[in-house]
């Protein structure tokens, strides 16, 4: 029991070292918004060392932090972890495999794809858990609410030309809403 209590803190580390490595590999070469952040990890080696090795890495902690802590802490159901260990593992190999031209892109896009399509339905789950803080239920609901917005409106709205913004928001949005389901 007291190591999976010592897993607590993992959920806000490895989401926080994610967020800087996001920033690292964005300011590290000239910003182009029209960019996802896999283009500007993908640009330069160093860019790419970070992001895959700051994911390889934190995206698993985050993944055990969630399968032995928050969903047993706030009686999440067992689906909630499932899709979780999934979407990690999707956005594990697309940090691995780079956002480039060929086969390698391919395998990067389907993977984080099919992690970004999950996503609504952890929200869905937090939104509807009796067991999570009214707060953390808002903010997954505008989370959700934001994700459908932007996927409806990115053709459209030639909203692609910020894509690099649009997906910050979605990260931001996403980590406010499970640190305030964990610690709040």
Same mark, same amino acid.
């Given at each position: ?11 806000? #580390? ?9 920033? *690292? ?8 918004? !029209? ?18 090795? %700051? ?15 928050? !969903? ?19 956005? !594990? ?23 970004? *399509? ?7 789950? $937090? ?14 609901? #505008? !989370?959700?609410?934001?994700?459908? %917005?932007?996927?409806? $409106? ?31």
């Amino acid at each position: 029991m007291e190591i999976i209590n010592s897993l607590k803190p993992f959920g806000f #580390i490895s989401l926080f070292v994610v967020w800087i490595a996001f920033g *690292l590999a964005v300011f590290n070469q000239p910003k182009d918004k !029209t960019k996802t952040f896999s283009h500007h990890a993908a640009a330069n080696k160093q860019s790419y060392l970070i992001m895959a090795i %700051s994911q390889a890495t934190m995206l698993p902690i985050f993944a055990l932090f969630t399968i032995y802590w928050l !969903t047993p802490s706030k009686n999440l159901p067992v689906s909630f972890s499932f899709i979780v260990a999934i979407s990690m593992l999707g956005l !594990t190999i697309a940090a691995l495999v780079p956002s480039v031209e060929g086969w390698k892109g391919k395998v990067h896009d389907i993977c984080a794809s099919f992690a970004y *399509l999950l996503l609504p339905i952890l929200l869905l789950i $937090l939104i509807y858990s009796s067991s999570i803080n009214t707060y953390a239920r808002i903010i997954s609901l #505008i !989370t959700l609410l934001y994700f459908i %917005s932007a996927l409806i $409106l990115l053709k459209p709205l030639k909203l692609r030309e910020n894509i690099l913004y649009i997906q910050l928001i979605l990260f931001f949005l996403f980590a406010s809403a499970m640190w305030s389901a964990a610690y709040f």
